[in-house]
């Protein structure tokens, strides 16, 4: 099933798991599937930031996407196909809608400045992956030192009908995201879906302006699940209070670089992954900051009983 712009809900960023000599960990990749549509996802990301794709080999890539896409028979699964040249770009991204992907995600190349350079750009990535594609333009200006206007966006939006979801991680972003939607209301801008990213830090209020749910890589997807839905049923307050539990810990993994880091090692203690190892280069997660982690999710485990979990080695 194609991505199309009613995309809601919450379609996870997954990490790719790996084992302690660097290979890629295929029991995890399946464990990591199943998580995901059991916590109430609609869908998932694999060989996004999050998913350490720079570090992945074109044939590691491949695999990956080709084992998630199987495994979850069916369901929407969204490949990141950024890539520095759009020949491999392309290469990746029929290749993966050949095996049933729902999509594919695009951010702007790195180092581009005026607005002209990047609208051609993807235009060129278009040309590239197939205007046939349902794709989703990542904003994430953090990341890829690319800074979008709402215009740009807008621009962005009425060029390309294959264009089904931004994924918007611009920060501060709370009013861009208003005058886009204000755009979409007075019919000078097409209706897209609009998901959030940046781990989630800003769900709550992002919901409040109108977003259409999140496309982020926190280890509790199944909270972002219910956030969702509760601002979505009008319980405003309710979808704040389960947010602002978790907030002490979100802010602590959306630290750059050992965020990810935080999040496997929280996903290994679900359960979910058999190691939280990083694939070199990677940052140091020292006994301090496991420790760190450790005493949040004891206190969060107070307010969300989905917290509390044990190492088996414990």
């Not at 190349?109 to 005026?114: D, I, Q, R, V, Y």
């Not at 977003?211 to 601002?231: E, H, I, Q, R």
Request: hydrophobic share 45%.
């Amino acid at each position: 099933m194609k991505l199309d712009t009613n995309a809601t809900g919450v379609y996870a960023i997954a990490p790719t798991p790996f084992l302690d000599g660097g290979a890629i960990d295929w029991d995890s990749v399946d464990r990591m599937t199943d998580f995901y549509f059991e916590c109430g996802c609609n869908g998932f990301t694999v060989l996004g930031v999050l998913g350490e794709a720079p570090k992945l080999d074109a044939e590691e890539a491949l695999a990956v996407a080709s084992r998630v896409i199987k495994r979850a028979g069916g369901k929407q699964i969204i490949v990141g196909v950024s890539a520095p040249g759009f020949a491999a770009m392309r290469s990746l991204a029929r290749k993966v809608m050949d095996l049933g992907a729902a999509g594919v995600m695009i951010a702007p190349g790195a180092g581009l400045k005026t607005d002209d350079s990047i609208a051609a750009y993807f235009r060129n990535a278009v040309e590239a992956v197939g205007s046939d594609v349902p794709w989703v333009l990542q904003d994430y200006p953090f990341s890829t030192g690319v800074t979008m206007t709402s215009k740009l966006v807008k621009q962005v939006v009425t060029e390309h009908p294959s264009l089904a979801i931004i994924k918007h991680e611009d920060w501060p972003g709370l009013d861009k995201i208003t005058q886009l939607r204000a755009w979409e209301k007075d019919g000078s801008m097409r209706k897209v879906s609009i998901l959030v990213g940046n781990n989630g830090l800003f769900l709550d209020f992002e919901l409040d302006r109108g977003v259409d749910g999140a496309n982020t890589g926190y280890a509790f997807p199944d909270m972002l699940v219910d956030t969702v839905k509760l601002s979505k049923a009008g319980k405003r307050d309710e979808a704040h209070d389960l947010f602002d539990a978790h907030l002490p810990l979100l802010r602590y993994d959306h630290q750059p670089g050992v965020g990810l880091a935080v999040r496997k090692y929280v996903l290994q203690r679900r359960g979910v992954l058999k190691t939280a190892v990083m694939r070199k280069p990677a940052p140091a997660f020292t006994a301090e900051s496991r420790a760190d982690v450790d005493y949040l999710l004891a206190r969060l485990a107070r307010r969300d009983q989905r917290a509390s979990f044990k190492l088996a080695a414990e």
